[in-house]
């Protein structure tokens, strides 16, 4: 079982950066990929939205919405993923959450079902 807990949420201007963490703990006998997601403030879980995406090598993919704005970083070693974001914008205004999918098992290659971990998110409030 993963745990996750995001951090580094808060206020910020418009125009202006933010780097959120992502501090997994726990054992898997999966690898998994981690990605960012974001959801605004009243709207329910359906609405919760893509940022990006890395996986255990480290590619990237973004939403179009934040590609050229935000980099996400992961550090194995740490078991830690990163999301820096610059030039931020109003409409960038939401809880940020961090999710870990599993893939394949590490020693048997076999699949691991996509089984999904969430950390409960991190604030993040622009203002203009």
């Known amino acids: 079982v993963l745990e996750l807990v995001e951090s580094g949420g808060g206020p910020v201007q418009a125009g202006g950066s933010l780097r959120l963490s992502c501090a997994v703990s726990g054992s898997s006998h999966c690898y998994y990929d981690m990605q960012w997601y974001r959801q605004v403030p009243g709207k329910g879980r359906e609405a919760r939205e893509f940022?990006?995406?890395?996986?255990?090598?480290?590619?990237?993919k973004y939403a179009d919405s934040v590609r050229g704005r935000f980099t996400a970083s992961r550090d194995n070693a740490k078991n830690a993923l990163y999301l820096q974001m610059n030039s931020l914008k109003s409409e960038d205004t939401a809880m940020y959450y961090c999710a870990a999918i599993t893939t394949i098992n590490k020693i048997s290659g076999l699949s691991c079902g996509g089984i999904d971990y969430w950390g409960k998110g991190t604030l993040v409030n622009i203002s203009s």
């Open positions: 940022v990006s995406g890395t996986d255990t090598d480290g590619n990237t």
